[in-house]
């Protein structure tokens, strides 16, 4: 693994969990800003705009030169043993923070969406996909779990992808790479201990990770409130957190974002978790047509067009050929984003019991079976299956994260990457740790105030 990626990598994770940091201080540094030149970004800035116009959000209120200060303190917090001279430092800080999409959206944010499509466009040749030509770009909603997209034209879709939610991947996956417990025996090679009986003794023996999931949950929980950085440089785990977390965090912002982009491709019409709040403010911007699908199969069938994609991430990696590439583990990571959103959920249902409950749950195991093998199957849709149960097919619901994660596990068990990289059972015991954090201080999280009480 280049030393230089790693650190790229650390970086655009640090931009993630900072972009949404408040900050009035003036701009020094000359940025080229794309909606003044390029009519589709101008569209974008329009859409934000309006958004920023109908929500009361510090997220709209940005400051092009917090990537040079955000980038200069993730260098200070840079992987175990990395080093990067000034060159490289300039570099970076021309490659990152030079270009911004519109004036409402934190510079480096257009870089890191760029990457993430780039990784997609380079592993769909041999699935006989084109992707549509979408622009992406930062939603400045509160709410974590809002993305959304949309034609704005015949040619042009929009995809917004909420930047709490980059902030919320970001640190939930350095989280749970820090409850893997591990030797290091070497510069370049650690040995681990994936056993749940290790997890859980090192989930007791450090009451500081519960804590630091406390303070994530509180963060995102919380309307309103600037989000600040949450040094983790004093928790257990850095070695194999500071390596992983970022390549994590990138899948699962990839998954994000072609599941999006999976909307568009299927001509399902605009779509989004919270688009009757943003629809009065969005409205005209967008085509608008009857969708070909109710809403439970329509996310089923995004959900299955992402997974094909991270699943030929995970088998031809992009930096190697090699079986150990951390890019095995994108289907975990897709995996993880659905256990996160679970904690965030329950979260937020036991610490305020008026708050509603998740969407209900439709579809049994046999529709599971039939979803997970469609969407591993290069021609299959999920429209065209003929055996699904009849709440899932003629239902409005939007399908809950259990099922969703049900069929992306009867997916991965089905059907597993080949060859097994070795990093997916590393991947695989940090999700189930994290999960087991949360099963050790559930009750004592609900027991407690906030941090913001």
Known sequence: MKAGLVVKNAVVASLAVSACTFSHTSAATEVITLSEKDSRYRRLAEIQEAICGSESTHLCDVDSDMCISNFTRSLEQKPSGKTVNEKEKADLIEEICKV??????ITG???LFKKRLDL???NVASLGITLPNVVVGALPAREV????AAKTSDSDAVVLVNVRFLQFATMMSDLAFRTVPHKVEAVDRQSFDLSEKAGEELILAHPELGERLFAILDLMRKDNVPVFYLPSSTLVGAEISDYMSPYYSEMIQ???IAHEIGHVYYGHGASSLNFAELAASVEKFFQWGDPPVNRAIAELEADGFAIKLLRQVGETPSESDEVNSPYG???SAVQFYFIARGILGEAAIGANQSEPDGPPEVGNDEDVASIANCIVSDKCRVRDLANLSH???TGGQHPSDSFRRRVVERAIADHPPQPFPQW???CQVASRNLELLWELSRDEYYGRKSWFE
Not at 100 to 105: S, V, Y
Not at 145 to 148: I, L, P, V
């Open 424 to 426: 997916a059972g590393v």
């Open 329 to 331: 583990c994108a289907l």
């Open 100 to 105: 911004r999409a519109t004036p409402f959206e």
């Open 109 to 111: 944010l257009h870089w």
């Open 391 to 393: 709440d899932l097919v």
């Open 120 to 122: 997609l466009q380079r």
């Open 254 to 256: 990839a998954f994000a």
């Open 145 to 148: 779990g809002a993305e959304m």
